[in-house]
């Protein structure tokens, strides 16, 4: 088998990027005053005085097709609001608040259940409130079913953090994820199925305690809210960013004319290796759609390295030091020869 990509799969990073800028391309409507809409990258600032009320939504993608081929529906929820808080932080925001929008082809009162208890569990670990949510039938629109949401979040219009203050000399600093969290799951399914694997099959090589592939693959998305929320109150944090789809790309959104070179990344997990090995995917491919480990990075001066890593020590995390900041462009991976612009 040829080495599969993203785009191979159904899924074109870079045409979804071109689509995103002829949307953005015919918007052209801003209110003014309260509600002025004032930029943003992970998610969008919204004039309110003297506060900022941040908007962001997201869904849990195509990671909801497996929780049905394992019947098992009760993780999912906290995927849907770990990648909405994940994005509210990254502009220096707290999530507040939350919504779902749950599309079936058939409802399901069992799997709405499950579905509801992961949505409990997340909101408790962000610390948000679910102000209600919408449900819809369409059965000739789904196959099957979607979970997407949306979370309002709220920072001090002096706190905002949109990565203007980095500078040369900063550091990143990496925290490691739980996994795939929510991403690339469109290639993952792809080579399952040319592999022939059965995702009710042991994870191979005796890892991951016994776990089936399945069972790995649902490992819910890191949630990162209160212990990145205690950096920015303690720190001068200088940039923020979620490691989503578009792997280490996500970096660029933060700031133009800098060189993130990331020259000390950890080990990804095993689940990393299976996928590149499976499906014969490139490294450069592998770091431009999955984590790779990193579900979150933090950028600061070098001084304060050691107090942010205190922090997320303290919270349980394991993190480090991945990079640095320097003149030029693009984020580079200089052991791996990989380069991103």
């Given at each position: 088998m040829e080495g599969l990509t993203y785009a191979k799969s159904g899924v074109?990073?870079?045409?979804?990027?071109?689509?995103?800028?002829?949307?953005l391309k015919s918007i052209k409507f801003n209110r003014d005053g309260i509600g002025r809409y004032?930029?943003?990258?992970?998610?969008?600032?919204?004039?309110?005085?003297?506060?900022?009320?941040?908007?962001?939504?997201?869904?849990v993608g195509s990671k909801v097709m497996i929780?049905?081929?394992?019947?098992?529906?009760?993780?999912?929820?906290?995927?849907?609001?770990?990648m909405n808080v994940n994005d509210c932080i990254?502009?220096?925001?707290?999530?507040?608040?939350?919504?779902?929008?749950?599309?079936?082809?058939?409802?399901?009162?069992?799997?709405?259940?499950?579905?509801g208890k992961g949505l409990e569990k997340g909101a408790r670990m962000a610390n948000v409130s679910i102000a209600g949510g919408e449900t819809a039938t369409l059965p000739d629109i789904i196959n099957g079913f979607d979970l997407a949401g949306a979370c309002l979040g709220y920072?001090?219009?002096?706190?905002?953090?949109?990565?203007?203050?980095?500078?040369?000399?900063?550091?990143?600093?990496?925290?490691?994820?739980?996994?795939?969290?929510?991403n690339?799951?469109?290639?993952?399914?792809?080579?399952?199925?040319?592999?022939?694997?059965?995702?009710?099959?042991?994870?191979?090589?005796?890892?991951?305690?016994?776990?089936?592939?399945g069972e790995v693959l649902l490992t819910p998305t890191k949630i990162y809210v209160r212990e990145v929320l205690e950096v920015i109150k303690n720190t001068d944090v200088h940039g923020l960013a979620h490691i989503t789809g578009g792997g280490v790309r996500n970096l660029l959104r933060l700031k133009k004319d800098i060189r993130i070179v990331l020259d000390n990344l950890p080990e990804p997990q095993p689940i990393f290796r299976f996928i590149q090995e499976m499906g014969k995917v490139s490294l450069k491919e592998m770091y431009q759609t999955f984590n790779m480990?990193?579900?979150?990075?933090?950028?600061v001066s070098k001084n304060l390295a050691d107090d942010v890593l205190d922090i997320?020590?303290?919270?349980?995390?394991?993190?480090?030091?991945?990079?640095?900041?320097?003149k030029g462009e693009g984020v580079h991976i200089p052991d791996k020869k990989l380069s991103y612009v």
């Open positions: 074109d990073i870079f045409r979804e990027e071109k689509a995103v800028k002829r949307i004032m930029g943003g990258h992970f998610a969008g600032l919204i004039d309110f005085g003297d506060t900022v009320l941040v908007l962001c939504t997201d869904g929780a049905n081929e394992m019947k098992k529906w009760d993780t999912i929820g906290i995927d849907c609001i770990a990254c502009v220096g925001a707290e999530p507040i608040a939350f919504v779902d929008y749950l599309a079936m082809e058939k409802t399901d009162p069992k799997i709405t259940e499950e579905i920072a001090d219009k002096k706190k905002i953090i949109l990565g203007d203050k980095i500078e040369e000399g900063d550091v990143v600093i990496g925290i490691e994820s739980s996994g795939l969290h929510s690339g799951y469109t290639l993952v399914r792809k080579i399952i199925e040319k592999e022939n694997l059965s995702y009710d099959s042991p994870f191979p090589g005796g890892i991951y305690e016994g776990k089936s592939i480990g990193v579900g979150f990075c933090i950028i997320l020590e303290r919270f349980g995390d394991r993190a480090d030091v991945i990079g640095y900041v320097e």
